[in-house]
């Protein structure tokens, strides 16, 4: 009986072996010093939580098994309730894992911060000192992957290369919604956010071509964001960098406003040369015509705002990057009764009128604080030099 368990057993697990055998263990066979790293620490940690998750599994099965009701020689005693020796075992074992484990994820927490610059190549070899790390500054678009080189003066689309051995800092943004850069074979992921800038420090270490995607759901085309990553030596590298210089076209504020647009299933894209600025542009969502610059909206809140008249301001701070006004009806259209974007308002909603604030009385002051009209920042709420239209009235 025993045997025909066995049996039974071994040819159960033959179908999850062969399915197995579909499975791209791309975590665990990394290409790049980062990723080996991380995957170190995953086994590491497995290791760790198994030697107590085996134990506790293996002494509740030989209990079950030894305790058996058919079991006559087992000793049956109803009066044991307390083992010092026991009490030791259970809970100093626990304890011991939990600070290995917690010793082991606080330092590779920090040696694997994405923020923090590469010390070495891989585990025998430093960085060398005149080694010049390659920049690439990443765009998440709807739906495709925007990489520009400044050191080259070349961008393309759902395709990157980067030199063998040669560290590779990326300068990561969003254009639209939050996503996730990934290259499973090269590093962890990083979340891309729009007018921010998120960082990574990678290498990597063997040739080849390696997929990249987003990792964070995104809208429709979310399945099909993904794009090549060619490892190279130095000379494939060089003749990369030719080839996107010799077919590629130019990418103006224009153009990236067209390649902005949400598309699925973009093809490969190549631009022989960059305008000036455009991935600062980008990151502070001013790359539309007309919009304030996020480093320039900061900037006038560090001088201390733009007083009453900042409403000059409003529409140029409204960022679009996904075309809503272009879409058809809210979600909240059934609940209203009113088109989308209409500036009627909802049932039992009290509105003042935008184009005449203070129609309805003096305006209100943030958190609550009391208006006193004589004093100096009433007579002068703001600089004119800080709004943009001159012929605005006070």
């Given at each position: 009986?025993?045997?025909?368990?066995?049996?039974?057993?071994?040819?159960?697990?033959?179908?999850?072996?062969?399915?197995?055998?579909?499975?791209?263990?791309?975590?665990?066979?990394?290409?790049g010093?980062?990723?080996?790293?991380?995957?170190?620490?995953?086994?590491?940690?497995?290791?760790?939580?198994?030697?107590?998750?085996?134990p506790?599994?293996?002494?509740?099965?030989?209990?079950?098994?030894?305790?058996?009701?058919?079991?006559?020689?087992?000793?049956?005693?109803?009066?044991?309730h307390?083992?010092?020796?026991?009490?030791?075992?259970?809970?100093?074992?626990?304890?011991?894992?939990?600070?290995?484990?917690?010793?082991?994820?606080?330092?590779?927490?920090?040696?694997?911060?994405?923020?923090?610059?590469?010390?070495?190549?891989?585990?025998?070899?430093?960085?060398?000192?005149?080694?010049?790390?390659?920049?690439?500054?990443?765009?998440?678009?709807d739906?495709?992957?925007?990489?520009?080189?400044?050191?080259?003066?070349?961008?393309?689309?759902n395709?990157?290369?980067?030199?063998?051995?040669?560290?590779?800092?990326?300068?990561?943004?969003?254009?639209?919604?939050?996503?996730?850069?990934?290259?499973?074979?090269?590093?962890?992921?990083?979340?891309?956010?729009?007018?921010?800038?998120?960082?990574?420090?990678?290498?990597?270490?063997?040739?080849?071509?390696?997929?990249?995607?987003?990792?964070?759901?995104?809208?429709?085309?979310?399945?099909?964001?993904?794009?090549?990553?060619?490892?190279?030596?130095?000379?494939?590298?060089?003749?990369w960098?030719?080839?996107?210089?010799?077919?590629?076209?130019?990418?103006?504020?224009?153009?990236?406003?067209?390649?902005?647009?949400p598309?699925?299933?973009?093809?490969?894209?190549?631009?022989?040369?960059?305008?000036?600025?455009?991935?600062?542009?980008?990151?502070?969502?001013?790359?539309?015509?007309?919009?304030?610059?996020?480093?320039?909206?900061?900037?006038?809140?560090?001088?201390?705002g733009?007083?009453?008249?900042?409403?000059?301001?409003r529409?140029?701070?409204?960022?679009d990057?996904?075309?809503?006004?272009?879409?058809?009806t809210?979600?909240?259209?059934?609940?209203?009764?009113?088109?989308?974007?209409?500036?009627?308002?909802?049932?039992?909603?009290?509105?003042?009128?935008?184009?005449?604030?203070?129609?309805?009385?003096?305006?209100?002051?943030?958190?609550?604080?009391?208006?006193?009209p004589?004093?100096p920042?009433?007579?002068?709420?703001?600089?004119d030099?800080?709004?943009t239209d001159?012929?605005?009235?006070?």
């Amino acid at each position: 009986m025993p045997r025909l368990f066995k049996t039974a057993a071994r040819l159960s697990a033959l179908p999850l072996l062969l399915a197995l055998t579909g499975c791209d263990m791309v975590v665990m066979s990394p290409s790049g010093d980062i990723a080996s790293q991380q995957a170190n620490l995953i086994i590491i940690a497995t290791v760790l939580m198994l030697l107590i998750i085996v134990p506790v599994i293996a002494l509740t099965l030989y209990f079950a098994w030894h305790y058996r009701h058919s079991n006559k020689s087992a000793k049956y005693d109803p009066d044991w309730h307390h083992s010092t020796r026991l009490e030791v075992v259970i809970w100093s074992a626990p304890l011991a894992i939990i600070i290995a484990l917690g010793a082991v994820t606080w330092i590779s927490t920090h040696k694997l911060d994405p923020y923090r610059p590469l010390d070495r190549l891989d585990a025998e070899r430093p960085i060398p000192a005149d080694a010049k790390p390659l920049t690439v500054e990443v765009v998440a678009l709807d739906w495709k992957w925007l990489f520009f080189y400044p050191d080259y003066g070349i961008a393309t689309v759902n395709e990157m290369a980067t030199p063998v051995d040669v560290p590779v800092n990326f300068k990561i943004t969003s254009s639209s919604v939050m996503n996730s850069f990934y290259v499973p074979a090269m590093a962890g992921m990083i979340y891309a956010m729009p007018g921010m800038q998120t960082r990574l420090h990678a290498v990597m270490n063997r040739e080849g071509q390696f997929d990249g995607f987003s990792a964070n759901y995104s809208g429709d085309g979310f399945s099909h964001m993904r794009f090549k990553l060619h490892s190279l030596d130095q000379a494939g590298f060089d003749e990369w960098v030719a080839r996107v210089k010799s077919q590629g076209t130019m990418l103006n504020r224009d153009a990236y406003l067209k390649l902005e647009k949400p598309s699925e299933r973009e093809p490969v894209r190549y631009y022989a040369s960059v305008e000036n600025g455009l991935y600062e542009a980008v990151l502070n969502m001013c790359a539309q015509p007309g919009q304030m610059c996020m480093n320039e909206m900061m900037h006038i809140d560090t001088m201390g705002g733009a007083g009453r008249e900042s409403h000059e301001n409003r529409e140029r701070l409204q960022y679009d990057s996904r075309r809503s006004t272009e879409a058809g009806t809210a979600a909240t259209f059934p609940a209203t009764g009113n088109p989308a974007r209409s500036p009627e308002p909802a049932e039992g909603v009290d509105t003042q009128s935008e184009e005449n604030p203070q129609s309805q009385g003096e305006p209100q002051m943030d958190h609550g604080e009391h208006h006193d009209p004589q004093a100096p920042d009433a007579q002068n709420p703001g600089q004119d030099q800080l709004n943009t239209d001159s012929n605005s009235q006070p």
